[in-house]
């Protein structure tokens, strides 16, 4: 498996480097409070009992990896067909125009690293999800909170340098879920925690929008 | 009927295309709908994700803030003036400790701050004015409120807009009265040994009025005594004095910043 | 957000208003500052332990970092300085989620929890601007956090938590820029940063402070 580094060039946001005022950086340290515990003991043993579950491996990547690459494939075409409609108007169609890129690389990267295994991706047909503005957002909204779900469902299945990359991906995946909601008015997170969805259920809520062919 | 075949997943490099047929009469023709769900495994590989290590609540709302007071201690010794300019006139200096060594703190009295955040409105002792933001350091709240009733004799602690704690008190003989108004505790002394004070002295904002020469500013405190019978009456020479045993349990209930109104 | 950070070591409007102080005053404020680092445990780079201190250690590093939300957006409602119906919002808002996650990660490590620190947030919970641009600092750094520690956490269970958490942050982080008029999401993919690139950032903000001190052990000289 091999990971494209994470050479995208940053905006905006850069690391503060030293100050005229060298007093300030580097004496203060977050506290920290020394030995483990035993109060955690049980938290730490705790989980679902996940015997069945393959250990992560890079096969295993595979399988994650080309299961994301479906639902990136699903996103980069809906934003796509949105756009060729030519019915956004403002906020969302500057919204989709940044994130149908976004999802573009995030294919790209996904597809990298799985090489000759990517595999085939079914067409996809949209209907009135692209035409229609106020159908667009609501399933802008629900394919975005889908695949933050679907990722966190997949965190504990991926190896290391899976895991590094998927977070890299769900945490843009994130944005565009409140950036769509701030459109639509909505919270922009609906708890304080995301939940995680298994890949049947994923899959189910896709199929169950019609969308593949 | 027709039944399509669920392509089974190999190895997950490729993915089959479920197709079923739903042919609810022979004369019409058969829909297909693709399923990807119907290709996962029943043994998915996938497991699905542990149940979190963390329990994490509903988020919550702040509670009313009505019972709310906030403080921040002094960075430096500060003028206070009569209005948010440095052009203002001064009314006093804050000193950046208390005669116990301590740091320094006031009560924010509002919300007024310039929009540059450069002022602050407080109350310390004796001093009600606009400060400049960098003198002070970072706010504390509060919820906690104590009452002192001088004709009454009682002590009594609101917390979130409950009492929490009420006990009997000595107050300020005619000559050197309790002063009255709104005041706050400024820090908390313990640990010393001087039974006239009982075992714990909170130092407040409160000066007497009377007692102008006294050493160390002629600051009111709120303390226990070693003489318990005098409670309750006018018996202090302004401080406010408890049984040991209340001022302990105040002790538990009462943290520094706590402003007191004292009538 | 370029050079976000720069700003709150010397603020203008700060510094004009530090200029104002005494000299004398303003090296004794330097002079306490440094005392004041050594009062603070210092956080060791990434401990390799056995799992249960690694995932502790962790834990912890999340908690500082949401008390510092957390007490960011409680002081800014609390303090009932801001105007703006926006800003109150993303306060009441984020404040509520900051301080569930707070709950959640001080019960998990019970005794073993750090102290919530003390903070002086410098103004930037009384200026609309300052609030919104610190608001966005803290939820981009709080996501790039928890991202540069999930494939470091031992435990299944505490992976699954803090990934759930992760992209929360991220969701704050993109609705805070968009109420600010900036791109919620400015590329693709979103970095990590690593414990010591935190803890540097964290520092340079100087939002963290040492105690006041309003305990003592003198003879009360009240007037008795």
Known sequence: MRWAGSGTARKGFTVATEHSTASRSGFLRLGFAGAGTLSLGAVLASGAPRAEAASPSPALDVQVLNYALLLEELQVAFYAAALDRGKLRGDLRDFARVVVEHEREHVGLLRGALGAKARKVPRFSFGAAVSNPRRFAATALELEDLGVAAYNGQAANLTRDALIAAARIVSVDARHAAWIRAIENRPPSPQATDPAKTRRKVLAEVDRTGFVR | MIRGAALAALGGVTIGVALLLLDRSSDSPPVTRPSLVAAVPADDPLAPAPAPGLSIPAPRLLAN???????????????????????ASALGTLPARTPEGTTNIALVTGNGVDRQALWVPVRAAGLTGWISRAALGGYQTVDTLLEVDTRAFTATLHRAGRVVFSAPVGVGTVDAPTPTGDFFVRNVLTRYSSAAYGPIAFGTSARSETLTDWPAGGFVGIHGTDRPDLLPGRVSHGCIRLRNIDILALARLMPVGTPVTIT | ??????????????????????????????????????????????????????????????????????????????????????????????????????????????????????FDFRGTTENEDAFIRTGVAFEDLGAAAYKGQAHRIQSKALLQAAISIHSVEARHAAWIRYLAGTTPASSAFDEPKTMAQVNRLVASTGFIVRRPTTRSRRRPRFTG
């Open chain 2, 65 to 87: 803030g009505e019972a709310v007071s906030v403080w921040a201690p002094l960075r430096a010794s500060a003028v206070v003036r009569a209005a948010p300019s440095s052009n």
């Open chain 3, 1 to 118: 957000m370029d050079t976000y950070f720069e700003q709150f070591d010397r603020d203008g409007a700060l510094r004009e208003t530090e200029a104002a102080l005494p000299a004398e005053t303003r090296r004794d404020l330097l002079l306490g500052a440094l005392a004041g680092g050594t009062a603070l445990a210092l956080f060791a780079s990434e401990p390799a332990s056995a799992a249960t201190k690694g995932d502790v250690a962790i834990l912890n590093y999340a908690l500082v970092l949401e008390y510092l939300q957390s007490s960011f957006y409680t002081e800014a409602e609390r303090r009932k300085a801001l105007r703006t119906a926006t800003a109150k919002q993303t306060a009441r808002v984020l404040g509520s989620v900051e301080r569930a996650h707070v709950a959640a990660l001080e019960q998990a490590l019970g005794s073993a929890a750090v102290k919530r620190p003390f």
